[in-house]
């Protein structure tokens, strides 16, 4: 992919209908990605499509159950039917951990997370990947979090996930150099979308002041704030950049 020609190029998008996932699909179909938004809640994935297109962009919308491998498939046949091609996807559908200690986890809540976080991407990447091979090359950014880089009190599945993410965003990225495909992970720190300020989320007000405690730049973050390096990471301007996880998390991780 050369700079400047990203008209025409196609991204999906997963966990497109809401926060980072929405966020980034607005971001890419700016630069003049044609993109895809992928959700477990098509209503949402809709939604974003609509605000895309209100913003003389292109997008279209679909169902995909990440823990599927199946729909996973579907998703990138589906693009591939759609629009021709598969240029970049973000891998970004996620739920959050149960705030308990490993001891207290069930086997299902840990399977739960494990199968949305972790095994999510594997499926995603299964499936794009010879798309992308077929098509002599691509890029691919996968969503861990600060807590695939450290650990946190009573976050062990969440943690376990997203740093599974960052390792098998290392390990595919070796796989796939030769293929033109670039494979790197954004790793955001406390960003302002629903799964951490909505009426569900697990953060109470005294756990996110916590976590911003060891902030430099003290608020959350808008979710835009994430997309920018992920739109980045999708461009040609990060043509050496591959096997990465990179940090949007106000210097959390620098302390
Ligand atoms: N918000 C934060 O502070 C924060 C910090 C670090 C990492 N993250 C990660 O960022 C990613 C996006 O989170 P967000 O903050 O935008 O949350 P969000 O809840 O706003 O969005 C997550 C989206 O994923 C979708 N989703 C959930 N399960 C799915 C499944 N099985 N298949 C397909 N889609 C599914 C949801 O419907 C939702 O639209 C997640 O991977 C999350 O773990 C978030």
């Not at 980034?24 to 209503?43: C, H, M, P, R, Y």
């Amino acid at each position: 992919m050369q700079a400047g020609s990203i008209q025409g190029r196609v991204a999906i998008v997963t966990g497109g209908g809401s926060g980072i996932g929405r966020a980034t699909a607005l971001g890419l179909a700016a630069e003049g990605w044609t993109v895809v938004a992928a959700d477990i809640d098509e209503a949402a994935a809709q939604e974003t499509a609509r605000l895309v297109g209100a913003a003389a962009g292109q997008a279209s919308a679909l169902r995909v159950d990440v823990t599927r491998d199946e729909d996973c498939a579907a998703m990138v046949a589906q693009t591939l039917t759609r629009h021709g091609r598969l240029d970049a996807a973000f891998n970004n559908a996620g739920i959050a951990g149960y705030p308990l200690r490993t001891v207290d986890h069930s086997p299902a809540q840990w399977q739960r997370v494990i199968d949305v976080n972790l095994s999510g991407v594997f499926h995603c990447l299964r499936h794009e990947i010879p798309a992308m091979q077929r098509q002599g090359g691509g890029a691919i950014v996968n969503t861990a979090s600060i807590m695939g880089l450290r650990g946190a009190f009573g976050g062990s599945a969440y943690c376990a996930a997203k740093h599974g993410v960052v390792g098998l965003t290392k390990a595919a990225a070796l796989e796939c150099g030769r293929d033109g495909i670039r494979i790197n992970a954004v790793c955001p720190g406390y960003i302002d979308t629903p799964m951490t300020t909505g009426e569900e989320a697990i953060f109470s007000d005294k756990l996110l002041d916590a976590g911003l405690q060891r902030a430099a730049i003290r608020r959350l973050a808008r979710p835009e704030e994430v997309a920018d390096m992920v739109v980045w990471l999708c461009s040609p301007r990060a043509s050496y950049v591959t096997g990465a996880s990179f940090t949007v998390d106000a210097g959390v991780t620098a302390s």
